[in-house]
């Protein structure tokens, strides 16, 4: 029998639902900072599964489909736990903006890498994303995660999909050991059944720190199998991407023997999206304008592009066309950028393009 799991006001004895709230900093008015919980313990011994949503505060189609996942389990049919932190950013909800105000820079930059240095200390969002991994990672009072989704939405009008992460090596893991964590990954995004897109090569992928995303991290920092799932636009829930999402999170749960199969009802609401493509691709914020501008788009969201096909015009504010903005690659369309005013090197899509790279790679300089 499964032990009672606990995190914050919420506590599970096997068999039951609990919901409750986490505190993981004080605010200056005095009161807390807390995060909503929701666990699930199946009445069977199983699995620990973590269920992320919300690190981006706008992101509000995530937090909707973290809720309706776990609200479509029976606990006294479950095979293991699922814990489900459906907002890790209260203050971003607060105001339907993507950042906290605590820093007002990316909060999900800030999860634990062994290879960061700072002299500085580290500032509260830091403090509580360290929290957060602490708690998958089972340092804390919960139990560790042996998966974790971390739900997001991508732009405007994206299609959902599934980020693949690289898996790195060097000095936290050594090659065979990621090749055997790659393995599980495959296998995780697979059981989601959104398309998949490998993310950034390897130099660009820490670059863009996403070695501490919050599925970045529990990755390549802790050896997790985790994912990041994309579910359209921000802002507004939109109905299409939650149920895909649902169904994709109990797949996924099924896949880890934590179910039997998704619920009936959740398979039913699923849209079903496939991969407008059948070679690997990955993620790619481009192609680029060189001149600045209106941007006028000619693709949307799971357009098929091949390299040198048109996929906007730039126009001047009186309407006289600047320039044409070519495809990079071959690929197909995940969302169009928000806005249309450009300047100069401004992306104006984000796509899948082809991909040859290895998705066990050093980390650079290693």
Do not use: K
Not at 49 to 69: F, K, S
Not at 156 to 167: A, Q
């Amino acid at each position: 029998m499964n032990d009672v799991i606990e995190l914050g006001t919420a506590s599970a004895a096997p068999g039951e639902r609990a919901r409750g709230y986490w505190t993981v900093t004080d605010l200056p008015t005095g009161t807390p900072e807390r995060l909503p919980v929701v666990l699930v313990n199946g009445a069977g011994d199983g699995p620990t599964v973590w269920v992320t949503a919300g690190i981006h505060g706008d992101e509000v189609t995530a937090l909707a489909t973290a809720q309706d996942a776990v609200a479509a389990l029976d606990p006294e049919t479950l095979t293991g736990a699922v814990v489900c932190l459906p907002s890790l950013n209260p203050a971003g909800l607060r105001r339907t903006t993507r950042t906290s105000y605590y820093h007002d820079d990316d909060p999900n930059r800030y999860f634990p890498d062994g290879e960061h240095d700072s002299s500085r200390p580290p500032r509260v969002q830091e403090l509580v994303d360290r929290r957060i991994f602490e708690a998958f990672t089972g340092t804390s009072e919960a139990p560790r995660a042996d998966l974790l989704l971390d739900l997001h939405t991508a732009q405007v009008g994206s299609m959902p999909f599934t980020i693949r992460d690289r898996v790195l090596y060097g000095s936290v893991r050594e090659r065979d050991e990621a090749e055997e964590l790659a393995a599980d990954l495959d296998r995780l995004c697979a059981a989601v059944g959104l398309p998949i897109v490998t993310e950034y090569e390897a130099e660009e992928y820490t670059e863009q720190n996403l070695q501490r995303s919050t599925a970045g991290a529990a990755l390549n920092e802790a050896g997790i199998p985790a994912c990041t799932v994309e579910l359209g636009s921000h802002g507004v829930v939109e109905e299409d991407h939650r149920a895909a999402g649902v169904a994709g999170v109990c797949r996924a749960l099924a896949a880890w023997g934590l179910l039997d199969t998704a619920p009936d009802a959740v398979e039913a609401a699923d849209p079903g999206v496939d991969a407008p493509v059948s070679f690997p691709v990955r993620r790619y914020v481009g192609p680029h304008t060189d001149t600045a501008g209106v941007v006028r788009h000619h693709v949307e969201a799971s357009d098929t592009v091949e390299e040198g096909d048109v996929v906007a015009d730039v126009v001047a504010p009186t309407g006289e066309h600047l320039t044409t903005v070519e495809s990079d690659a071959d690929g197909y369309v995940l969302g169009r950028c928000h806005g249309v005013a450009v300047y100069e090197n401004d992306p104006v899509a984000s796509l899948a393009v082809r991909d040859d790279g290895d998705l066990v790679v050093p980390r650079e300089g290693e």
